[in-house]
């Protein structure tokens, strides 16, 4: 990347209003807030001296207010919030046609923004914005829909009513289920933040394509119980809202684990 860092502050408080692009406002602070609480002494160091005093929350909606520039400069980052694969039964599979796709997705992204941030001729201030980008899409990794189908781009083309409201599948995982249980960032995180040391360590087990693989198969069970047309409101949120939860503590703590072996 050529250096940024000018763009970056220019464009850092764009209008919120964009947050339904994944996981919301709430949703992409959320997983932030937890990862930061499981950062290791070195990775908080490390990332105080290359983001400052801020916390990860802070910068975690930033690649989705740049949506909103009209430049181009970054068109090309549009790709990265997402790998949209065919649904796949068994891992194997799917990790065989994660590998096969052509062009940038998120599956590749966050494998060359850590090698950007790990190379020492990266200039610091691109090395920043590497770990902007790489705190939300490790973020949007969590989303199922993220990880759902080119067909209906994510969710994107199923339409349906969120208690009456028209809306679309993405959406309704983006933010609605979220901002549904009416709690800030802060305080969702302290009540999802809740699991032994035996049960952080198993969740952040894995791999980077088994992570991905997790959500898909999540994306696949959405999918089934979720045809276009359909009529959600509190029966939706009784079947999935511990799924979402699941998935932003998941997210936040392998988030976590990530920066921790990045560093």
């Known amino acids: 990347?050529?250096?940024?860092?000018?763009?970056?502050?220019?464009?850092?408080f764009?209008?919120?209003?964009?947050?339904?692009?994944?996981?919301?406002?709430?949703?992409?602070?959320?997983i932030a807030e937890i990862a930061e609480n499981h950062l290791s002494g070195k990775?908080?160091?490390?990332?105080?001296?290359?983001?400052?005093?801020?916390?990860?929350?802070?910068?975690?909606?930033?690649p989705d207010f740049i949506k909103s520039d009209t430049t181009g400069v970054w068109k090309q980052a549009s790709?990265?919030?997402?790998?949209?694969?065919?649904?796949?039964?068994?891992?194997?599979?799917f990790e065989q046609k994660l590998k096969m796709q052509a062009g940038p997705s998120l599956y590749t992204q966050v494998n060359t923004l850590s090698s950007q941030i790990k190379d020492s001729k990266t200039?610091?201030?691109?090395?920043?914005?590497?770990?902007?980008?790489?705190?939300?899409?490790?973020?949007?990794?969590?989303?199922?829909?993220?990880?759902?189908?080119?067909?209906?781009?994510?969710?994107n083309k199923i339409n349906v009513t969120?208690?009456?409201?028209?809306?679309?599948?993405?959406?309704?995982?983006?933010?609605?289920?979220?901002?549904?249980q009416k709690y800030s960032y802060t305080e969702y995180s302290k009540l999802l933040d809740i699991r032994s040391d035996?049960?952080?360590?198993?969740?952040?087990?894995?791999?980077?394509?088994?992570?991905?693989?997790?959500?898909?198969?999540?994306?696949?069970?959405?999918?089934?119980?979720t045809p276009d047309g359909s009529k959600l409101s509190f029966d939706y949120q009784y079947k999935?809202?511990?799924?979402?939860?699941?998935?932003?503590?998941y997210g936040g703590l392998r988030l976590a684990k990530w920066l921790n072996d990045l560093f």
């Open 1 to 12: 990347m050529k250096s940024m860092y000018s763009k970056l502050l220019m464009l850092a």
């Open 14 to 30: 764009i209008s919120s209003s964009l947050y339904s692009y994944a996981w919301g406002l709430t949703g992409h602070r959320i």
């Open 43 to 62: 990775a908080r160091r490390e990332i105080r001296k290359m983001m400052g005093r801020e916390r990860l929350a802070y910068w975690a909606n930033w």
């Open 79 to 93: 790709a990265w919030h997402y790998v949209n694969i065919d649904p796949q039964t068994d891992f194997k599979t």
């Open 123 to 155: 200039p610091e201030k691109d090395r920043k914005i590497a770990l902007i980008f790489l705190i939300h899409i490790m973020g949007d990794l969590a989303q199922p829909m993220h990880v759902g189908r080119a067909e209906d781009l994510g969710g």
């Open 162 to 180: 969120y208690f009456g409201e028209k809306t679309n599948l993405h959406s309704v995982w983006d933010g609605k289920l979220v901002d549904s």
């Open 198 to 225: 035996d049960e952080v360590k198993k969740i952040q087990s894995g791999t980077l394509e088994d992570w991905l693989y997790d959500s898909h198969t999540i994306a696949n069970r959405i999918y089934a119980q």
């Open 240 to 249: 999935f809202n511990d799924v979402m939860e699941r998935q932003l503590l």
